[in-house]
Nanobody, 127 residues
Framework: QVQLVESGGGLVQAGGSLRLSCAAS????????MGWFRQAPGKEREFVAA????????YYADSVKGRFTISRDNAKNTVHLQMNSLKPEDTAVYYC????????????????????WGQGTQVTVSS
């Protein structure tokens, strides 16, 4: 069983930066693929970024590529999402997710791949 707790959300002006963190419980964290998803009001939850176990690959939605960076610290059981050049359209609740299943470069982008989720953290970008 894995528990995920996000932190770092808040209110920021357009062009600003935020760093989200996700603390995970569990001794086998390093073997999990981790992802960030977001959900804006009235919209479906969408993929933002993912990192496979032991940092074996990072993946981004086209809408955040070049602005967001996902990283992980297996020693601290933590995954981060550094968000730069934020835009009002980045406003959403951001969720951390984990899976201990086999993943592919395609499946890490799919919500149903992940079997553990955090409670979410609100990010609001003002114009």
């Amino acid at each position: 069983q894995v528990q995920l707790v996000e932190s770092g959300g808040g209110l920021v002006q357009a062009g600003g930066s935020l760093r989200l963190s996700c603390a995970a419980s569990g001794r086998t964290f390093s073997t999990y693929a981790m992802g960030w998803f977001r959900q804006a009001p009235g919209k479906e939850r969408e993929f933002v970024a993912a990192i496979r176990w032991s940092g074996g690959g990072t993946y981004y939605a086209d809408s955040v590529k070049g602005r967001f960076t996902i990283s992980r610290d297996n020693a601290k059981n933590t995954v981060h999402l550094q968000m730069n050049s934020l835009k009002p359209e980045d406003t959403a609740v951001y969720y951390c997710a984990a899976t201990n299943g086999v993943t592919t470069t395609y499946s890490v982008r799919i919500r149903t791949t992940y079997n553990y989720w955090g409670q979410g953290t609100q990010v609001t970008v003002s114009s």
